[in-house]
């Protein structure tokens, strides 16, 4: 078992990463701290792994709020169905928020925890490649609105986050290389030997290798708690973790966040990005080449989905979050492994960038 | 004019008091960073105040969300709204919310404001002496829940607070007198010379005297910046701030937060904690009348509402937010100006002292 400490003063915290974490029966229950538990989780993941967390319980006033499944589920009305819960269940301030499941319910949890009774903890048990690499760490927590994603949320650090890599072998492979894109974004934006090591491994990846697992999700996590680290509420260089979603999202938007998986979404943005910086002249054709080969050779989508318009897709793109007095910043690319912050482009050379990307 | 400062490292900001702050041309712009302004306020306060503060921002993409008058509209529901207003208009992280009313529409701005995006900037401009003297300062902000009050919520300081005192004059009795219920409360936990000056000085006070009513507020607010500061996210000694408000919630809970005002539950509640505190042991006789002798002449409520069953008000109980893991902890007075946190009581003592506020 690895442990990562992802360093926030007294908002710190471990991941703990390893191949049998959800059997140790010491390692959850270390960080629980009452004896009011609440899990959250959603009907697909509820029958793999509720039974063994809930072992950890047995004496405790622990109590199941279960989800369908889905990305349309992460709403304001699911986090108003949780506070009524723990409302009802008379939980304090001192409750505990357990999330096990995918991005949906680690978010979902996450910004349940931040805002009852102005906050309680909560743990995270991520259960897809994408939530163990990405959003279980850095505490960004937060529901979709019906026009953007992520639109209403908190920054609230997670007390532990325990990725199990055993999980991973029975994930689906849509499910799977969604999380992937993730895990190439964090070579491209500031680590070019793990993009290189991905390039040699990706077929090891691919096949679900214990040993390239746990090491692809230890330099995620390393390099994602490092970014979170420097700048934890997104005043400025954390927003380099958005390579690819500017363009993400506002697919993800037009698509009323059906049809693709975020990390679809965002393996398809980051091609995008890609491009647009080669269009600006950052970005050499070769390194480009490199980096669709990589996209193209996991199966993430090259092309945006038929169901997206531009001019809606263009629409959806303003309100993002990078968005500064109504300016759009995006995230380029140098190189790979160096990415920067810009809003010195023309309308023009964005709009070439994302037609190229429309079948 | 007048000026504190609440010090809380990067998320200082100052509380201005005085008599024209409102016509003051450039106070509140001085605190504007955007070309978005979201002036959120509601309809008995929007003919008063909102011209002369859209005034400010004729230049500006000013919005104005306006809800109906009431605790029973600071929801999740309203809170939606907002945030579907700013998404509406593509506002964007560096938008600006301007809260401009009492208490419950400082709380809710301030949610939206501390939820959109994550985070974004507000600013107080409280419009009755309760939001003045508490709701305003130290960044508590929240909705209500059917199950219990301010459930939903998170800390988010605002980025300055503008109290005029002119706009007391106008305040109905009803509102100005539960707004001293909490000027009161700060006398009572840690200011026995304010409570002296109180004593001497309330129908000065009751007479809307401009310079006893700067006095009291600043006094209050510097009270609170003191206690916010030593403990913002009320690990400990914050609580003291909730003298009464355990008893007062649930009475407020009961009455589904209409027929009585926060203010007057809390002067209620405040009574009930004196009283709990005699029997126990930690306050005087003597100082118990004085105490219950200067609610009385403000005109509080002594008793607990008619409405308000005994068995109902203990079950709310148990869901406040000074609950750990079960156990309710309360603020009591060993004296006049200094208060303390217990669970060290009997259920018997408890159950009469709130036995004693039924008619």
Redesign the interface.
Known sequence: MKTINVNLDERSYPIYIGGSILSDKELLKRHIT???ILIVTNEKVAPLYLEIIEKNFVKFDCEIFILPDGESYKT?DS??QI??KL??K?F???CVLVALGGGVIGDLTG?AA??????VKFIQIPTTLLAQVDSSVGG?T?VN????K??????HQPHAVLSDTSVLKTLDYREFSAGLAEVIKYGLIRDENFFCWLEENIDLLIGRDSDALAYAIERSCINKAEVVGIDE??MGYRAVLNLGHTFGHAIETSLSYKEWLHGEAVGCGMLIAADFSKRLGFLEQKQFNRIQLLIEHIGLPTKIHKNVEFDQMLENM??D?K????VLHFVLLKNIGEAFLTSDYSEKDLKEAIKEYFC
């Open positions: 009452s004896n009011q304001l986090l108003n506070i009524t409302m009802k008379k304090s301030r001192t910004f931040s805002c009852y009774q102005r906050g960004k937060a609105h019906p026009l953007g992520n639109m209403i949320g908190a920054f509420k997104e303003k309100i979050k968005s500064r007095d109504g």
